[in-house]
Nanobody, 124 residues
Framework: QVQLVESGGGLVQAGGSLRLSCAAS????????MGWFRQAPGKEREFVAG????????YYASSVKGRFTGSRDNAKNTVYLQMNSLKPEDTAVYYC?????????????????WGQGTQVTVSS
């Protein structure tokens, strides 16, 4: 089992930045592929970023590429999402998720563990 707890959400003006963190406990963190997802009201949960087990490979949704950066620190059992140049359409609840596998995928149903989510609100 892996327990995930997100933090770092909040209210920010358009063009601003936030850094989300996700602390993991339980199973060996370095064996878990990590992903960031978001869900806006009335919309389906969508993939935002994925980070390989070593952190050496990252993948992004086209809507955030160039603005968001995912990373992880396996020594601290923590994964991060640095969000820059935020837009009102980035407003959502952001979730980190873990997958007992070797590759990053974008489908939420492929992830085994989920955090409780943290709200990000971007005002115009």
């Amino acid at each position: 089992q892996v327990q995930l707890v997100e933090s770092g959400g909040g209210l920010v003006q358009a063009g601003g930045s936030l850094r989300l963190s996700c602390a993991a406990s339980g199973r060996t963190f370095s064996s878990v592929v990590m992903g960031w997802f978001r869900q806006a009201p009335g919309k389906e949960r969508e993939f935002v970023a994925g980070i390989s087990r070593s952190g050496g490979l990252t993948y992004y949704a086209s809507s955030v590429k160039g603005r968001f950066t995912g990373s992880r620190d396996n020594a601290k059992n923590t994964v991060y999402l640095q969000m820059n140049s935020l837009k009102p359409e980035d407003t959502a609840v952001y979730y980190c998720a873990g997958r007992l596998a070797t590759v990053v995928v974008t489908a939420p149903r492929e992830y085994d563990y989920w955090g409780q989510g943290t709200q990000v609100t971007v005002s115009s």
